[in-house]
């Protein structure tokens, strides 16, 4: 006894355009899930205990983060502060990010850099930016603690 098995082109269309249409979902969502998310935070009050060379304990500084929340890793070029009322694209350069040089940040990781808060306007300051190598903004707030 045979069975003659039919199948439709009909059904097979549909078959093929469902399983492609989820395929296509999965590596979207792939791709979104695998990218570089960096957190960009800045924090003015901090005082350093025990200060490495070329800090000192008896000032204060505004402290930058830069926080890879992503699965890909990615390599901080500079990072500056933005002036309220200035529409340009610069600002104040943390030397930090120059003196440290590029950091690669990979998936959990961060950097942090240190800005003398003496003569610092924080009224002023209208948010941080962080630049990576492939010209990327990344930018957060300056968060102020009231000092």
Do not use: C, F
């Amino acid at each position: 006894m045979q069975i003659a098995l039919t199948i439709s082109a009909e059904a097979v269309a549909w078959y093929a355009a469902i399983v492609s249409t989820a395929s296509l979902l999965v590596s979207a969502w792939s791709a979104w899930r695998d990218r570089a998310r960096l957190v960009v935070t800045a924090r003015s009050g901090y005082r350093l205990q025990n200060p490495p060379p070329g800090y000192s304990a008896e000032k204060i500084y505004l402290a930058v983060s830069v926080a890879n929340r992503g699965r890909r890793p990615a390599t901080i070029q500079k990072v500056w502060l933005t002036q309220k009322g200035s529409k340009r694209k610069s600002g104040l350069l943390l030397h930090d990010s120059i003196r440290q040089g590029s950091a690669e940040l990979a998936e959990g990781k961060k950097v942090d850099y240190l800005l003398d808060q003496a003569g610092l306007d924080l009224d002023t300051l209208r948010g941080v930016v962080a630049e990576d190598l492939t010209g990327r903004l990344w930018k957060g707030r300056v968060e102020t603690s009231g000092t």
